[in-house]
C-alpha cells in the first residue's frame, strides 16, 4: 500500500506494510448507537452530568447524528472531550467499621454519553480479541 506524506515540504511515498493483526477502530454507525443506547442500564443517579438515562434514551432519534458526529471525531483523533473525562468519586462502604476509610471503595460516576462511547469501543475490543483469539480463559 502506498501512502503520499509530506517530509519538509516534499512529497515523498511511504510503504506500508499491511498488518491483518491491526485494531481498527471503524466509525459509529446509527444502527449501532441505537442498540447501544437501548441496552445500556444505568441508574440516572449515578450519572455524573445530571442527564438522566430515560432522557437520553426518549430523545436519541433528535440527537443521534451530532453524538454519533462527535463520537467518530473522538475515535478518528483519538481524542476524548473534556468534559467526557471528568468523573465523580464516590466511596461505597464493603463492610466492618465505618469509621475506618480502607472498608470503603471508590465508584467512579460517569457521563451518560461517555458510557456510550465506552461501550462502542468495548465491543470493538472484544470483537478484535475474539477475533485473534488474544485473549486466554
Not at 63 to 90: E, H
Not at 102 to 122: A, D, T, V, W
Not at 125 to 132: G, Q
Amino acid at each position: 500500500m502506498q501512502n503520499k506524506a509530506y517530509i519538509n515540504g516534499q512529497n515523498a511515498q511511504i510503504k506500508i506494510k499491511y498488518n491483518p493483526t491491526t485494531m481498527f477502530v471503524y466509525a459509529v454507525t446509527e444502527d449501532e448507537l441505537n442498540q447501544v443506547v437501548s441496552k445500556l442500564q444505568g441508574k440516572s443517579a449515578t450519572v455524573f452530568d445530571q442527564i438522566p438515562e430515560f432522557l437520553v434514551k426518549e430523545c436519541i432519534q433528535n440527537i443521534k447524528k451530532p453524538l454519533i458526529y462527535i463520537f467518530n471525531v473522538s475515535i478518528n483523533q483519538g481524542i476524548l472531550a473534556d468534559l467526557m473525562k471528568i468523573a465523580k468519586i464516590r466511596p461505597i462502604f464493603k463492610r466492618g467499621d465505618g469509621y475506618d476509610s480502607s472498608n470503603y471503595r471508590p465508584i467512579s460516576i460517569l457521563s451518560f454519553f461517555s458510557k456510550i462511547l465506552e461501550k462502542q469501543i468495548y465491543n470493538r475490543l472484544i470483537l478484535f480479541t475474539s477475533k485473534h483469539n488474544i485473549l486466554t480463559c
